[in-house]
């Protein structure tokens, strides 16, 4: 087991430096344009892939660093340089930890290949949860997987929404509802590759931030994927779901469901996003104050604007301190006894949000113009309190892991 540490290894720093120059020389100078177009920033994915970042193999060993750092310092990076492209680079991420969180070994190397494609034919992937009336509330989920036993099909209805990707992607991971009667346990996660009959791109969301990173619905109409498609396999959904329809009746220990055990494995992931935009709005901030000049001195020199930097500068340390623990635990097994993970999220979240806010009123008229990147940051932080679980839903899942009460 990795000892935690504070202090990043030679290898991680190397890695480190050379996505903030990514970030700083190829994501930064783009970030406006692809704002202004809301388009996936294809070129910039494809430049991504062409240094070997978007790529399944960086992936793999940024996640599997036995720190547990690797993953979290790497997105940091990638958004702090823009937060819409850094959602289009890593938003696949979260389609691959579906996999690697709820399939088995032969799926994760067969489809997670896919998700990314190659140099030469990126692809991306989308992650499927979110529904109209399904949001926070995963057990009001409608989305049905029936299976066809004869033809050994699943057969999938219903309708996603806010789905990073959803509809451009290659392959769709979708979290249906296999057994009404369970709620929240009675959901599955299942595969849809690439042009499958009965998948289509629904509304395509125009944005407040991120809108470099595409967002869309996901109609599924009849659309039938093989029995391997269902991640984990049959005799493991069966044994689930006997499990906890036994529980349901005895009241015995709760089941964790397909979606949450993907947004479980990602929230640290999410914080990370979060402290490098916050991150970048500080810098952007504190650098404006230095040169900054009113009655004859740098702006910086009076308290009301250098103890707001001093705060965020604080917030963001501890923000990162929390993602890097829940990251650190996520990797070397120990559990979130006390929602370690949400903690991270939570934080790191509202940080961002009063951070770049901060950022706005330091450059005062500057700031809320397009001129300056804290107008699109401050847009950007707005979504880090509400996907993957809002700031409420953190704060239910911290209470009652911490009460003992089970987490529906």
């Not at 029936?146 to 769709?172: F, M, P, Q, R, S």
């Not at 391997?228 to 069966?238: A, I, M, V």
């Not at 397909?258 to 810098?283: K, L």
Request: charged share 25%; net charge negative.
């Amino acid at each position: 087991m990795a000892e935690f540490t504070m202090e990043l290894n030679d290898e991680q720093k190397e890695v480190r430096d050379w996505l903030h120059g990514f970030a700083a020389d190829v994501i930064r100078p783009a970030a406006a344009e692809w704002d202004e177009r809301e388009e996936t920033p294809w070129p910039i994915i494809q430049e991504a892939a062409k240094l070997g970042i978007y790529s399944l193999d960086f992936y793999a060993q940024q996640f599997f660093d036995p720190t547990g750092l690797g993953i979290v310092m790497a997105t940091e990076e990638i958004f702090w340089g823009d937060a819409g492209i850094g959602l289009s680079i890593m938003g696949t991420g979260l389609a691959a930890v579906g996999v690697l969180a709820n399939g088995t070994e032969e799926q994760i190397g067969t489809w997670i290949p896919q998700m990314y494609g190659d140099v030469n034919d990126v692809k991306v992937a989308a992650f499927c949860s979110s529904e109209p009336d399904a949001g926070s509330d995963v057990a009001a989920m409608r989305t049905r997987a029936v299976y066809d036993e004869a033809k050994d099909e699943w057969v999938l209805n219903g309708t996603k929404t806010w789905a990073t990707n959803g509809g451009i992607a290659n392959v769709h991971v979708v979290v249906a509802v296999v057994d009404p009667e369970l709620g929240s346990k009675g959901h599955a996660s299942f595969i849809v590759p690439p042009n499958t009959p009965g998948l289509s791109q629904g509304q395509k969301f125009k944005k407040h931030g991120i809108r470099a990173s595409h967002t869309a619905e996901v109609v599924l109409e009849d659309v039938r994927v093989p029995g391997h498609c269902l991640l984990g396999g049959k005799e493991k959904l069966d044994e689930r779901l006997a499990r906890a329809r036994e529980r349901a009746k005895t009241g015995g220990e709760r089941v964790k469901n397909a979606a949450m055990a993907t947004f479980e494995a990602s929230r640290p992931a999410v914080g990370a996003m979060a402290v490098g935009t916050a991150r970048a709005a500080y810098e952007e901030a504190l650098e404006y104050a230095k040169t900054r000049t009113q009655f004859g001195r740098p702006i910086i020199d009076n308290q009301g604007v250098a103890f707001q930097l001093a705060d965020m500068r604080t917030q963001i340390d501890a923000a990162r301190l929390l993602v890097w623990r829940a990251s650190w635990m996520a990797s070397t097994g120990k559990k979130f006894e006390s929602a370690e993970g949400s903690m991270s999220k939570l934080y790191a979240s509202e940080v961002a949000k009063k951070v770049t806010a901060q950022a706005v009123q330091i450059l005062g008229g500057n700031g809320f113009t397009r001129e300056y990147p804290v107008e699109r940051m401050h847009r950007d932080a707005a979504i880090y309190t509400i996907f993957e679980g809002t700031s409420e839903i953190q704060r239910l899942v911290i209470a009652r892991t911490l009460s003992g009460m089970p987490i529906r």
